[in-house]
């Protein structure tokens, strides 16, 4: 008999509300829950084709391990002594650093992704880590570390109150959103509009947003910082610069003002193509909107100057008065976020603690460079090792990441990966890189999972919370992903064996001594082991959902304010919980040394002559990649489900009429797209949607490489984008993968015979 469910959707940062239909085992449907609290109803095809992400028949159903060079079924014991046969040698010989650890994008869709990776990491004690961050967001973690002393530390805008919404390098209408999450992002653009506000759009794309802006600014690729850093130099040169409630927590304005001096609308007009009286007009439309927000993504931090681009996203956002104010750019507390602390210094925000071994680059967030994987793996140390010791990356952890396909120069990653000693992968299918694993462990479809959003809701656009338990009962011979990743922590850190519950168990108790000892919780001076036998749940990531709630922002406090939050009350509510619009929260969130906003942080001022030696460029210079997005798309992950593969979600090379009749480009015919890491063979698609000079393709295909399980993905491969990067171009203080706004050559293809 079929039954009804609920479950958020893990698509996408968009985070609806579902309710899958299910028959037996399987969901045969999914529509938006129109009582959840956040997303009121709404679903993108995304959402409406879980049931068919979640029965994928290419999903793997046991562990894989390879023997005599070849992956075969194994039992989960079997799998687990390899991980650890595996692993441990390589500590014990080369050090821990020889361990390298890829988390990819959909960790942040789970609850295992959150809870256990930073475990893993302390228990390795590697500082190898690589995550799908350097090709995505890292430059709004260095930015948002350096002005409020906390990476995660990342305002949104208050779509649903603010006037004026200036929005460079996004495109909800097909993204979702990014570091924004907020279900049903169309409607609330045009519920911004339906009010009499006001949405102005800058991408060298004619996207689905730009079209429904007020106005589009068709900007070069990779000229975003430009443009921004003459919007700041107009505010100040016209008077225009308020902070307005911040008046007293903000540092370095005027040397802000000293520092973009030179950047006035006329020297950066062409560099940007962005005429000088226009930079001028979005200034000063910004300056005089009730409440603005200035919001960044994807397209403004995979440029050459991603950090620079997102540190002057929100130094507009202060200097107009918007930061951290009702309608502006605001920060949100999540129900499992810290209490809030007293206001004053904090440790501050340091880049570059270690580097990598073979090219020197500096962390960033703990984090190096993916792009640098595969030199990490296939060359030898300098001299000065940088920190990791004398040894390459030997063996490899790999949880729900593609690299092959994701990042720059997959050539090279496919045959360094080849040569690791060991290799692990969490992933729930044989795709372009855990086909070169010695074990791969897959987790169950997301059905069979409990699932609360530990990440999103620290980006949401209200405060909220919810969970659910598995819709589905977990099927014999699989095990919970929360349960994997538990036990390759065990395996990598030397407890193999040990029962997984002993993680869980560990993490607690870290985490209320913490608690007690400190004295601004509402635990302190309590008995950690009392509060440990007053969780509930009923298993060891439930217990510490139960802990993290309680001991939250919202939270009863175990006792100390009994209507506050707990799991159970969470459970009470399966449609969520509604905590509020966004508030003000500066000064509190603020972790800099001087307690401040810190508007010009010394790496900034380093890194600004080589924004001011862009100038000088030549802005006609050859044509320029752009990426795109599709609302049926995440990546490389969901090219496997026919329903997210249909219409226009094609992997095309969009040529503007110019261009095309300039190259003798047709309408469907390949051309040849040629760049510093290689070329590739690509079907063009003529459309006057990018500006001349840009061509486009979207990021994460091209699924023909052997060895895979991936039939409806290999069906229709399309070309892999990142083939045509080295891994050498990178935003020097994020490492970030320069993605967009990178020189191409083009060159039509004869067709085949």
Same mark, same amino acid.
């Given at each position: ?43 993108? =095809? ?397 987790? =169950? ?24 338990? =598995? ?115 500066? =000064? ?166």
């Amino acid at each position: 008999m079929p039954r009804t469910a609920l479950r958020v959707c893990p698509l996408c940062e968009a985070t609806c509300g579902l309710t899958l239909t299910v028959d037996g085992t399987r969901v045969t449907g999914a529509r938006g829950d129109k009582d959840d609290v956040f997303s009121r109803g709404f679903i993108c =095809p995304k959402g409406a084709s879980f049931g068919a992400a979640d029965g994928d028949p290419d999903r793997l159903t046991r562990p894989l391990v390879r023997k005599n060079g070849t992956l075969e079924e194994a039992s989960w014991e079997e799998a687990f002594d390899a991980v650890a046969a595996g692993i441990r040698p390589v500590v014990e010989q080369y050090g821990p650093h020889a361990v390298g650890v890829v988390l990819g994008n959909p960790n942040v869709h789970t609850m295992a992704g959150a809870l256990y990776p930073p475990l893993l990491l302390a228990g390795l004690g590697t500082r190898s880590l690589f995550t799908a961050g350097t090709v995505d967001q890292m430059p709004k973690h260095v930015s948002s570390g350096l002005l409020f002393g906390d990476a995660f530390a990342i305002p949104v805008p208050d779509l649903d109150r603010t006037d004026h919404l200036l929005m460079l390098g996004a495109n909800p209408l097909d993204s979702n959103g990014s570091l924004c999450t907020a279900p049903d992002f169309p409607g609330r653009l045009k519920a911004l509009r339906a009010r009499g506000g006001t949405l102005t759009v800058v991408d060298p794309r004619r996207t689905r947003t730009a079209k429904l802006a007020d106005r589009h600014v068709p900007i070069r690729p990779g000229t975003d910082a430009l443009l921004l850093a003459a919007m700041v130099q107009v505010l100040f040169a016209d008077g225009l610069v308020t902070l307005g409630a911040l008046d007293e927590q903000v540092t370095g304005v005027e040397q802000v003002a000293d520092a973009v001096r030179n950047f006035t609308p006329e020297a950066v007009a062409a560099a940007c193509d962005v005429p000088a009286a226009t930079i001028r007009e979005l200034a000063h439309e910004l300056a005089a909107a009730p409440t603005a927000a200035v919001y960044g993504r994807v397209g403004a931090s995979t440029v050459a100057f991603g950090t620079l681009t997102c540190w002057l996203v929100d130094v507009l956002n202060v200097l107009t008065g918007n930061l951290d104010r009702p309608g502006g750019a605001m920060f949100p507390l999540a129900a499992t976020d810290k209490e809030p602390r007293p206001a004053g210094p904090g440790k501050g925000f340091a880049l570059g603690r270690w580097r990598s071994r073979a090219s020197g680059h500096p962390e960033a967030k703990g984090e190096l460079p993916i792009a640098a994987l595969a030199e990490e793996i296939d060359t030898l140390p300098r001299a000065d090792d940088g920190g990791l010791g004398t040894s390459p990356v030997r063996a490899l952890v790999c949880v729900a990441a593609n690299p092959v396909l994701s990042t720059p120069d997959g050539d090279r990653l496919d045959k360094a990966l080849s040569s690791l000693d060991f290799m692990v992968s969490v992933d729930p299918y044989l795709n372009e890189t855990s086909r070169h694993a010695h074990v791969v462990l897959p987790p =169950p479809p997301p059905s069979q999972s409990a699932h609360h959003d530990f990440a999103f809701n620290g980006f949401a656009v209200r405060n909220q919370v919810r969970y659910n338990r =598995p819709a589905v009962p977990l099927e014999d011979g699989r095990m919970p992903e929360t349960e994997i990743l538990a036990r390759l922590v065990l395996a990598a850190i030397g407890m193999h064996g040990a029962e997984p519950d002993a993680v869980d168990a560990l993490a607690i108790d870290r985490t209320l001594g913490k608690a007690v000892a400190d004295p601004c919780t509402r635990v302190h001076g309590r008995d950690p082991k009392e509060l440990a036998a007053a969780l509930t749940g009923d298993n060891g990531p439930e217990r510490r959902l139960d802990m993290m709630l309680r001991l939250g922002p919202y939270g009863d406090g175990f006792g100390a304010d009994p209507d506050g939050l707990s799991l159970q009350r969470l459970l009470d509510h399966p449609h969520g919980i509604d905590l509020g619009p966004l508030a003000p929260r500066i =000064p509190q969130l603020l972790k800099t040394r001087s307690g401040r906003v810190e508007l010009l942080p010394e790496p900034i001022v380093e890194d600004l002559p080589r924004l001011a030696a862009a100038l000088d460029a030549d802005p006609t210079a050859g044509l320029v990649l752009v990426g795109r997005r599709h609302l049926r798309s995440n990546n490389s992950w969901m090219h496997n489900v026919p329903a997210l593969m249909g219409g226009s979600n094609r992997c095309t090379l969009h040529v503007h009429p110019d261009d095309a009749a300039r190259l003798g480009l047709d309408d469907g015919q390949h051309a040849r797209v040629s760049a510093a890491g290689g070329e590739i063979a690509v079907p063009v698609e003529i459309t006057d949607a990018v500006r001349p000079g840009v061509v486009s393709l979207p990021h994460g295909w091209g699924h023909d490489r052997p060895g895979t399980r991936l039939s409806v993905a290999a069906a229709d491969p399309g070309a892999n984008v990142n083939q045509l990067l080295d891994g050498t171009l990178l935003d020097p203080l994020s490492g970030t993968a320069v993605l967009n706004g990178f020189e191409v050559s083009l060159a039509p293809l004869p067709a085949a015979p």
